[in-house]
C-alpha cells in the first residue's frame, strides 16, 4: 500500500518569513495530493490540493510543488502569520476514488511574532 | 464549517462495551469515509461507504463495523472495546467516489472515544 513521509515533524519561523513542508511518497499510481491544516480541537481542513497532471498549483499564500519523477511534494507558505500556527498534514491517493487517504505524521508550525 | 456533522462530540465507556459513533455528510455528497486519529499511529483511513454500499476497506480492525442508511448518514460501530481504542474518529464526505481520481474530502470535527 501507500506509505507517506512527512518532514520536518516541527517547525518554528519568525512571523513574515515563509514555511516549507515536505512529503514524500511510495506508490507511483498515486495521482491526487490533498493538504490539510489541523487546530487544536477540530477536524482536518483542506486547504490545497495538487492533481499529478500539474506540477505546482497556488492560493494566495499557500502553493504546493509536485515533483512525480521524484515522488515528492511540498506545501509552501509565505509571509507567515500567527493564525498558521497548526499542525498540517500531507496525504495521498491511488485514485479510481475508492481508496481512502493516506497521511503523513504531521508538521506542527509554530509561527513565532 | 465544513458542513459535515458528527455525534457525539465526546463519549466515554469502559473495556468491553459497545458504542456507536454517527456520521452526516455533505448535503448532496454521497462518498462517506472513517478514519481513526491516536497519537502513535496518526491519521488512519478505517473504511468508505459510497451510496450505501461498502466501497474500500483500510485499516479497521474485525470488532469494528461500519454502515450507510439510505438518507446517506453513516454510523461506525466499535464493539469489545481496549484501552487502546482510545482515539479521535472522522467522518470525512466527497461528491465523488465512484470511480474518479481526483475526490476532495472534507472532514467533520470528530468523536473524541475515551476507553477505560
Known amino acids: 500500500g501507500e506509505n507517506v513521509e512527512q518532514h520536518p515533524s516541527t517547525l518554528s519561523v519568525q512571523e513574515g518569513d515563509s514555511a516549507v513542508i515536505k512529503c514524500t511518497y511510495s506508490?507511483?499510481?498515486?495521482?491526487?495530493f490533498p493538504w490539510y491544516k489541523q487546530e487544536l480541537g477540530k477536524g482536518p481542513q483542506l486547504i490545497i490540493d495538487i492533481r499529478s497532471n500539474v506540477g505546482e498549483k497556488k492560493d494566495q499564500r499557500i502553493a504546493v510543488t509536485l515533483n512525480k519523477t521524484a515522488k515528492h511534494f511540498s506545501l509552501h507558505i509565505t509571509e507567515t502569520q500567527p493564525e498558521d500556527s497548526a499542525v498540517y498534514f500531507c496525504?495521498?491517493?491511488?485514485?479510481?476514488?475508492?481508496?481512502?487517504?493516506?497521511f503523513g505524521k504531521g508538521t506542527h508550525l509554530i509561527i513565532q511574532p | 464549517d465544513s458542513g459535515v456533522t458528527q455525534t457525539p462530540k465526546h463519549l466515554i465507556t469502559a473495556t468491553g462495551q459497545r458504542v456507536t459513533l454517527r456520521c452526516s455528510p455533505r448535503?448532496?455528497?454521497?462518498?462517506v469515509y472513517w478514519y481513526q486519529q491516536s497519537l502513535d499511529q496518526g491519521l488512519q483511513f478505517l473504511i468508505q461507504?459510497?451510496?450505501?454500499?461498502?466501497?474500500a476497506k483500510g485499516n479497521i480492525l474485525e470488532r469494528f463495523s461500519a454502515q450507510q442508511f439510505p438518507d446517506l448518514h453513516s454510523e461506525l460501530n466499535l464493539s469489545s472495546l481496549e484501552l487502546g481504542d482510545s482515539a479521535l474518529y472522522f467522518c470525512?464526505?466527497?461528491?465523488?467516489?465512484?470511480?474518479?481520481?481526483?475526490?476532495?474530502?472534507?472532514f467533520g470535527p470528530g468523536t473524541r472515544l475515551t476507553v477505560l
Open positions: 506508490d507511483s499510481a498515486s495521482n491526487y
Open positions: 448535503s448532496g455528497d454521497l462518498s
Open positions: 496525504a495521498a491517493n491511488s485514485g479510481g476514488g475508492a481508496d481512502g487517504l493516506t
Open positions: 470525512a464526505s466527497s461528491s465523488l467516489g465512484g470511480g474518479s481520481s481526483y475526490n476532495e474530502q472534507f
Open positions: 461507504y459510497y451510496n450505501g454500499e461498502e466501497r
